[in-house]
């Protein structure tokens, strides 16, 4: 028996070394690959996997959960990206570009498409979430107003000063709650939450509910978004 | 006369040894993902016995700060094969048959009760010797529900929106993600105690579970 254990123990303990090591070996070659926005390639190769799958599940007729009035928690302020910068709201106009024609619209330009509503979560990649009253016009009806020349597949958005960017997948940006929004818990805007105009976007964690919109580009190249460059999911969607 | 005697099949050695490494990695980028909003607490009413949080010069000398981006990539990486293997184990118990050894039954909890007595030296006699006692039933099973708690509560926190009906099941995505967050916790605890029992039992069982066989009288 001592022969037959002696050789069984050899075996096990020489096979779990070797899968230990194989083990070790695949950690560190997949930390020491190249990084594609901040990230080794092999993760963002599986964000980007995630996200097909994530693509194909998606629909718009799958809604963020509607809470009450009473539900509306205080705002919270993360971050002042693309807002660094003086702003003169009465010279403000959202530029649309890849549309026919190059187009530039005042905020009464943006109230005057159809009023929505809505009290969503706010949930942000740090782990916190709001939620939050807000009132504008949907993304889907500005595009159907100005439409790109064939069907788009991406919508970039950026401040005026370029100082924060997200780019939006098609399918997330022609969602019925991905709203232009220029109301938050009953009154306007407040300049650290975006003033004239920013992005509520449930569909989405925080950082793509982007502040200060000044310009909106159809384009069918991935758009630069200012986290994805620094390690995080491109789609960052929910 | 000592003997050899077969106990781990193969297939299960494999894929506990392949989900150890896999639930560490799984823990510590949550941790990683964690230190963002470090919110929870341990507490009896509004009486905090522990704040679920480092100050910032500890999280610092433990290198977890300012590293949620890739926390949540290794998250997002190594969730498929935390899951995968996860499923097969299941898959793989039910196929061959090992869940009998596993499950509870009716007399489980009074055995587990006879196994906590006995280890806490309280009562003499030892628990009858199945593959598996009433407390090892209820952790190796509990552990494993535990695990299909992490990856819903995890799918609900994922995808809030899309998924909406599983977060709503689980209270909503702040309790989807305090539930994820203890699950966490739950198997810290689960570690502690097992490896406490894999000491006390001693390196004929510990040998068990790395080559199969044990020495039995």
Redesign the interface.
Known sequence: MSDELTRLTRRGFLTMGIAAGAGFAGWKWLRTRTPEGGLAWPFRSVLELNESLAEGYFSTSRLSPAFRAADVTRARLNGRLGLKSEIDLDRWRLRIEGAKEPVELTIDDIRALPVREMITELRCIEGWSTIVAWRGARLSDLMARFPPPQQTQYVALETPDRGYYVGLDAGSAMHPQTLLAYEMNGAPLPSLHGAPLRLAIPVKYGIKNIKRIGTLRYTNIRPADFWAERGYDWYAGH | ????KKKHPLAIRWFH?INF?LLALMIWSGIL??W??P?YRLALGDFTIARMNLDQTTWRALHVNNR???G???H??FM?LFGINGLLYVAYTFISGEWRELAPDRHTLRQAWHVVLHDLHIRKEPPPSTKFNGAQKLAYTGVVLMGVGSLLTGLAIY????L?WL??VFG???MA?FIHFWLTVGYVAFFIAHIAQVVRAGWNNF?AM????E?VE
Not at chain 2, 159 to 162: E, T
Request: aromatic letters at 22%; hydrophobic letters at 50%; proline letters at 11%.
């Open positions: 006369m000592p003997q050899l040894w490494p993902i964690y963002a909003y919110a949620l981006a890739e949540m990539a290794l997002f990486f498929w995808k809030p929106v899309q909406s977060t709503a909503g995505y702040p993600r040998r790395v080559i199969g066989y020495v």
